[in-house]
């Protein structure tokens, strides 16, 4: 019996659907965005998320982890493959549909001229759960993939951070330098006065000058320094290095709120890197449940139609549906290997998993104890600015009245400067520090406003 079709007009159609393939244009931009105007940490990392190149790059991996759970779905849906055979000799043969090309499709030929169009579908019906068992691995594989990109852009959030601080602590270093260039331009018009008048002597003048050269040459440096570290900020944000960028915010102390052991669960739950260690330890059982259900019956249903003409000018179309059953018997141990190395891999990935458990608690611990001195030094730093500040107000007093030496103004003032460059030291190590214990609990840097 004949279908109620036309088996070449559905062939024709099928094949033009398939070699129809639509032009994608696409477009790319190689150009850095210019940014212009003050940016709070906030402001940075948003656009940092957005432009850095390697965190671009790495994300490019979510989409390959999607496409590879699509893969894994497809083999659980019909598939359909379309044929056309044709051929000529004096000895029949078997004919197979191309490589690659799924449902396959085998066709015994005569001797005689031969053409044939067919439809070959072939659905899963029962795998054992071995096709169930990769999907489950391949979605397990794309949100692993999802943390670990979670990871680089907390990682890339902490170079910007990084940055971001650097240039604030260049800044407060650069406004140190110039202060100090400041109360040296003053001792200089002051000695010389006093030398002017017959009170003082030329070598105090001299002094004063020399410091007031290395006060510039500090100052000179310091500048230099706040430039590179604006350079290296932009790097890290991707943006155009020509960039017209001023840092909005500025180095503040901040205590924390949470206890050592609340950190340490935090980074149990939140980090990134964890939990993809974890979910490609699940995906690898799902391997070896797939190779598993590999071992056990797969059933499969089946539909062909063809339509083909002999040399003998013979025409016919007709179909065939049917079931397969199939049962490896035995193979030489080859599923039961690639059981055993399934196993193999999960238990390693499983080990792995723990390790990384272990070493995430270690970087909590340290970034804790890092937070810490951070904090110690801070307050210690500020004790010693409010010391450095009155014992330089006071020799600078005494030195105006007559009562005190030139050099003593001078040391004062040495290790005022050093103190407020101490302070703002001190503030950077500290907000760095807890930003690297964000790192190391898994908790992203960027805040609201």
Known sequence: MSPPFSVPAIFVGLISLTFATPGIAQTSSTEFPSIKGTLTLTQTLQIGLKNNLMLSAVREDINAALQETRIAKSQMRPQLSANAYTSFGDYGNILSSAGNVTPTNYLSVPSQGFADL???????????????????????????????????????????????????????????????????NELVKNTQALFSAGKGLEASVLRS???????????????????????DLKTVMGVRLDSEIVPADTLTFTPLKNDLLTEIANAQKERPELRAAKLRASAFSGVTQSRQGAQGVQVYGMAMVDGFTSGANRTREGYTVGMVVS???????????????ARAQQRRAEAEARDLELRVENEVRQA?????????????????????????????????????????????????????????????????????LRRATGKPTLQKD
């Open 368 to 436: 804790w104890l890092d937070v810490e001195t951070a904090e110690e030094n801070y307050r210690t730093a500020q004790s010693a600015l409010l010391s450095a500040k009155s014992a330089y107000d006071v020799t600078t007093l005494r030195v105006q009245n007559g009562k005190g030496l030139l050099v003593e103004q001078l040391d004062a003032l040495a290790s005022f400067t050093l103190a407020q460059s101490n302070l703002a030291q001190s503030l950077y190590d500290h907000a760095l520090s807890v930003s690297r």
């Open 327 to 341: 049962l490896p018997v035995f193979d030489g141990g080859q599923r039961k290997a690639e059981t055993s190395l």
């Open 118 to 184: 067919n439809l070959t579908l072939m659905v899963p019906l029962y795998t054992n759960g071995r096709l169930q068992a990769g999907v489950r691995t391949a979605r397990e594989r794309e949100r692993a993939t999802l943390a670990d990109v979670g990871g680089v852009e907390q990682e890339t959030m902490l170079r910007i951070t990084d940055a971001y601080y650097r240039t604030l602590l260049a800044g407060e270093l650069a406004k140190t330098a110039q202060a100090r260039l400041d109360a040296d």
């Open 209 to 231: 000058k020399a410091e007031r050269a290395d006060a510039q040459r500090a100052l000179t440096t310091s500048r230099n320094t706040e430039r590179k570290a604006l350079l």
